[in-house]
């Protein structure tokens, strides 16, 4: 029982660590290489994490809870108790980047396209931009602390 707890505790490490990277290195590049305005863009790319966000959220959970279950049957350690502090931290990141960037983001973006002046459209896609770097940031953070994870989960 030990074993296929742990094993589904470092498959689903895996799984979540791959879709980071999949959103991170192929979603993004691909959303970048579209001919559509950057608001359009916001729009789309919302759209995807809404959707993204069911699956993510279940993966994330279901990591917590088997996480969890392995330290119970096979004993807690150093390497597990590191592991809870990064999904600690974890949950936090993807909350922040849903609840926040991503929908400020889109917010910016349907400002941007819905501006009466060019001035009005100039200065919501410089807060745009801004937060758009502010965003990637959390993302880079996402991608170290899901691949601490699934390295600490393999180990």
């Known amino acids: 029982?030990?074993?296929?707890?742990?094993?589904?505790?470092?498959?689903?490490?895996?799984?979540?660590?791959?879709?980071?990277?999949?959103?991170?290195?192929?979603?993004?590049?691909?959303?970048?290489?579209?001919?559509?305005?950057?608001?359009?863009?916001?729009?789309?790319?919302?759209?995807?994490?809404?959707?993204?966000?069911?699956?993510?959220?279940?993966?994330?959970?279901l990591l917590a809870l088997f996480a969890l279950l392995d330290g119970l049957l096979a004993g807690f350690g150093a390497a597990l108790y590191a592991e809870y502090l990064l999904l600690a931290v974890l949950f936090g990141l993807v909350a922040a980047h849903g609840a926040y960037f991503g929908r400020r983001l889109k917010e910016l973006g349907a400002g941007e396209r819905a501006a009466a002046s060019e001035e009005e459209a100039r200065v919501l896609s410089e807060r745009r931009r801004d937060l758009q770097r502010a965003s990637l940031r959390v993302s880079m953070a996402n991608l170290l602390v899901s691949l601490a994870v699934a390295l600490l989960a393999a180990g």
């Open 1 to 61: 029982m030990n074993w296929i707890v742990h094993i589904a505790h470092v498959v689903l490490a895996g799984v979540w660590l791959g879709g980071v990277v999949f959103t991170t290195a192929v979603v993004s590049p691909a959303l970048k290489a579209m001919k559509w305005s950057e608001p359009e863009r916001v729009q789309v790319r919302s759209e995807i994490g809404k959707r993204y966000a069911k699956v993510g959220t279940i993966n994330l959970v």
